[in-house]
């Protein structure tokens, strides 16, 4: 989607595997969860003739992060990163093994915390960003008005949701955070964009995610008792489950 000199791209970098977003207006460029190899971005810069000022993760694994400090070194921008996924950064590099990309090195430009709330990324971009933790201790999600989209990262997937089992997961907080953004009462037609795999809308997830509902009558005791670990709700507002 493009209006004038603003634009938003998912962006498939090679080697295929996470979802990648670019965001440009009036020459500059923020990126999303930079995955892959910072010389490929390069291209990808040079090739749409746009400035990086900015790049911004949704967690600390290696597949979203890849490229992102040898570019925030290179361009001599921010990278931010919620301060509970530091201690991720060099414990992914055994994934970077397995698609043959370089190692985070241990010099690695540091990333700068990111937190709740508002800001604009770019002069007409405003950026919301949400805490969606249990996939990883500093899980972020961001929503954006002014394009009606939202990057989940890895909490949220179009028919499933992300991994508990990696370091700092937790399945209850990560139902907690499903509901958070299913309590944000988003217009249907919101665009999401996953982490991994298919991209889908806040219509898709509500008909097709079992799992992106309201949890709350777990956590308010309205009559459910499955408030176990590793078990995932279905609750719709009434828990069906005990
Ligand atoms: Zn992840
Ligand atoms: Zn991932």
Redesign the pocket.
């Known amino acids: 989607m493009a209006s004038k000199d603003l634009s938003f791209e998912v962006l498939h970098m090679p080697p295929e595997n996470t979802n990648s977003v670019l965001v440009c207006q009036g020459g500059d460029a923020v990126i999303f969860d930079a995955w892959g190899r910072a010389s490929d971005w390069d291209k990808v810069l040079s090739e749409r003739n746009v400035k990086l000022i900015a790049i911004y993760s949704t ?1 600390g ?1 290696s ?2 992060i890849s490229a992102a400090p040898d570019l925030a070194k290179k361009y001599n921008v921010p990278w931010y990163l919620n301060s509970g996924d530091w201690n991720l950064i060099m414990w992914g590099n055994a994934l970077l093994d397995f698609f043959e990309i370089p190692h985070i090195n241990a010099d690695y430009k540091k990333p700068e915390d990111l937190r709740s709330g508002s800001s604009n990324i770019l002069p007409n971009v405003q950026m919301d960003v949400i805490e969606t933790p249990g ?2 201790v500093g899980g972020l999600s961001f929503y954006f008005p002014a394009f009606g989209v939202l990057l989940t990262g ?1 909490t949220l997937f179009r028919d499933s949701f ?1 991994r508990y089992d990696l370091p700092g997961g937790d399945a209850n907080v990560l139902r907690e955070s499903i509901s958070k953004l299913y309590d944000m009462k988003l217009p249907d037609e919101t665009y999401v964009v996953h ?1 991994h795999g298919v991209d889908s809308t806040i219509e898709i997830l509500k008909k097709q995610n079992p799992y992106f509902v309201s949890h709350k009558c777990c956590s308010n005791g309205g009559g459910c008792k499955c408030n176990t670990s590793g078990h995932v709700c279905h609750c719709h507002n009434k828990c069906d489950c005990d």
């Open positions: 967690h694994h597949d979203h996939h990883s890895d992300g982490g």
